[in-house]
């Protein structure tokens, strides 16, 4: 049985730690993110938690059920991140247009982070804000409901994709990063006509976009279908 977390107005009454901390759900999030930063996922254990926190590691499960726990945490937070001062304007495809972006930004801001939480479901506030937020402006809009879910899914799941893929690349060593994305220059732009007319033909374009995230671009064709589908039931 995992241990209870003990609640939050108890846990405030806790001594501060040697250094005078005061330990918080947020400020242990803030600093796992900072770990997970510096020395990736396999450097983000409750003992060395523990030490960058000066406090015991046991401390943390009063806070969290476990490491896994914690997981959740930080990808709720990158979801707070992401939607800190976002307002819907009432034009629905703007508005999911500002969200995607916001998600996938804050998620490749911290790849170490991203590659440990774009697969997870938190049902933690963030999260559900989140996706009370999207669904809000996709019925707002007026899409029936079996196709606002169809959108929904479609939308959050391409976003958590592009999210995870671009933070995978952030976090190859910056030596593996460049040589891949030299590759475009260095192998695709030197095919022969003759033998790969395609990629030869689209070479100079490809060593330009294809070193860059394809979401924005995936995004927009994203809404187009959105677009056209919620055309089509107007037009019933």
Known sequence: MPKAV??????????????????SEALIVETALRM???????????RRLGLALDA????????????DDLTLAIGDALI???????????????????????????????PQAALLTTNRVTGRPNELAADEAVL????????????????????????LAFAALDAASLALPSAALHADEDMWRSTYARLPRATHPRIAEAAPLLATRMVESAYPTALEMLLDSAEGLLGSVSGR
Do not use: C, N
């Open 136 to 159: 809000d402006v996709l019925r707002t809009a007026g899409f029936p409901l079996p196709d606002t879910v169809r959108v929904y899914h479609a939308f959050i799941d391409q976003t």
């Open 36 to 46: 997970l930063r510096e020395h990736g996922s396999t450097g983000l254990t409750a």
């Open 6 to 23: 003990v609640p939050e107005e108890k846990r405030r009454r806790r001594r501060p730690t040697k250094s005078g901390t005061v330990l």
């Open 80 to 110: 707070g991140q992401a939607l800190r001062g976002w307002e819907p304007t009432g034009q629905w495809r703007a508005d999911l247009r500002a969200v995607g972006l916001r998600i996938h930004a804050a998620y490749v801001a911290h």
């Open 56 to 67: 015991d590691p046991s401390t943390l499960y009063r806070y969290f059920r476990g490491m």
